[in-house]
């Protein structure tokens, strides 16, 4: 009974632990499976949930209205192995910062790409981060803004399919990832400096 006691009791402190530890970014980039299935891939992340932010309404849907907000991703990410610095170099390389108009083939407001910062700190490193990549495409203007964070709304109820879609419907989503032709974009952006894992 002692031995079950102290199990449960160290169980409890690890996963104390593991909050202290963890740390959310949330980013925009088009597609939400697609922010959702590149995050997932990265060391580091612990959890990428699907969702919407950036706009006032209250308990945004998916087929409902949205109005306002952009698809997002919540990546949870512990940041003794991750710096949010690292997570902004990995987001850059999975997106079209030129494109104003949305992402790849998804057009519209709720597809445009945006960095939603929580604190003056993470303010600091995105615009650093942004200018990294302006000088790196000096004839070309960096339009993904960074934004100041607001509330994040899971996607859920009769649309928790759209959490994980990539991992429960592969075969679609394969077919809709490269019929936006977002890899092949990214590449031509990026070359070597994108890994993807299909």
């Known amino acids: 009974m002692k031995a079950k006691r102290i199990f449960i009791l ?3 402190l690890l996963a104390i632990a593991a909050q202290t530890f963890a740390a959310t970014a949330i980013v925009a ?3 939400f499976w697609c922010m959702e299935s590149d995050f997932e891939k990265l060391g580091g992340v612990t959890d990428v949930i699907s969702g919407f932010t950036g706009g006032t309404l209250e308990n945004p849907t998916y087929n409902g209205n949205h109005t ?5 991703v919540e990546i949870t990410y512990d940041p003794q192995k991750l710096s949010y610095k690292q997570l902004l170099d990995y987001y850059w390389v999975h997106i079209d910062p ?3 108009g949305g992402q790849f083939c998804d ?4 597809y445009k790409a945006a960095i939603f910062v929580a604190n003056d700190e993470e303010k600091k490193i995105a615009e650093e981060s942004k200018l990294e990549v ?3 495409f000096p004839d070309q203007e960096i339009v993904t803004p960074i934004l100041a964070a607001a509330t994040f709304w ?3 109820g009769d649309e928790s399919y759209h959490q994980d879609y990539y991992k429960n419907n592969p075969v ?3 077919y809709y990832r490269w019929g936006c032709r977002r890899d092949q974009r990214v590449e031509e952006i990026w070359g070597d400096k994108v890994k993807h894992e299909m």
Do not use: N, V
């Not at 057009?107 to 709720?110: F, I, K, L, P, Y």
């Open 10 to 12: 160290c169980t409890l």
């Open 29 to 31: 980039g088009g597609c």
């Open 68 to 72: 306002g907000h952009y698809e997002a």
């Open 98 to 100: 030129f494109d104003a």
């Open 107 to 110: 057009r519209g407001h709720s």
């Open 134 to 136: 302006q000088a790196m």
């Open 154 to 156: 899971p996607i859920q």
């Open 172 to 174: 679609r989503y394969k």
